[in-house]
Structure formats: C-alpha cells, structure tokens
C-alpha cells in the first residue's frame, strides 16, 4: 500500500511558477509510475503529467514545455515544476500511482489528497 501527499501549491501571479512535491510512504515506491492531474472547479479530472519507474516522461499538450515532472527515488518524491504559469491551470492538484502499459499511463488506486494552485490574471 502506498500514501501519498501533495505539496507546494498556492497563490501565484500568471507567468510565475510554483513546485509540487508528492510525498509517498511505502518501501516500493520506486517500483511505481507516477502521475499528476488536476481538477479544475466544473471539470473533469485530467492527467497533467506522468512518469514511469525508469523515468519516461510524457505530458498533456497544453503544459508541455512548461511543466517538468520528475521523481526522486531516494526520497519517495515525486515533482511538478510548473513554469509560465496561466489562469487556464488553476487546478487542484492530485499525485498518483498508476502504471504505464502501451506507453499509456493508466492510473492506480493510490491518489493524494491534493493541493490547490491558483493563478491569477
């Protein structure tokens, strides 16, 4: 079993940026794929960023070039850098562990409780 809490989020300026950390217990963290969504208020969830146990990455289109997600093994971390922030990613944020299969990240049972970016314009 894996818990995870999210960290980092809060109150920035469009264009800004802000980090979000993920911190997960468990002895086999390492052996998960890891992902980020967001739900923004009247949406739906959407998967922002993913990465697997080897460090494969893959993004949603419309962060791609400004969000980073990596993981830290060592510290059962996983992150988000988030640059050029807009309103548009105003969001709660959630972590998860998931799987990839056919290059896909499919998310698992394990989520985060979140944490709330807000961009203003």
């Known amino acids: 079993q894996v818990q995870l809490v999210e960290s980092g989020g809060g109150l920035v300026q469009a264009g800004g940026s802000l980090r979000l950390s993920c911190a997960a217990s468990?002895?086999?963290?390492?052996?998960?794929?890891m992902g980020w969504y967001r739900q923004a208020p009247g949406k739906e969830r959407e998967l922002v960023a993913a990465?697997?146990?080897?460090?494969?990455?893959n993004y949603e289109d419309s962060v791609k070039g400004r969000f980073t997600v990596s993981r830290d093994d060592a510290k059962n971390t996983v992150y988000l850098q988030m640059n050029s922030l807009k309103p548009e990613d105003t969001a709660v944020y959630y972590c998860?562990?998931?799987?990839?299969?056919?290059?896909?990240?499919?998310?698992?049972?394990?989520w985060g409780i979140g944490t709330l970016v807000t961009v203003s314009s």
């Open positions: 998860n562990a998931g799987v990839f299969y056919s290059g896909t990240y499919h998310y698992g049972d394990y």
């Open positions: 468990g002895r086999t963290f390492s052996r998960y794929d």
């Open positions: 990465i697997s146990d080897a460090g494969v990455v």
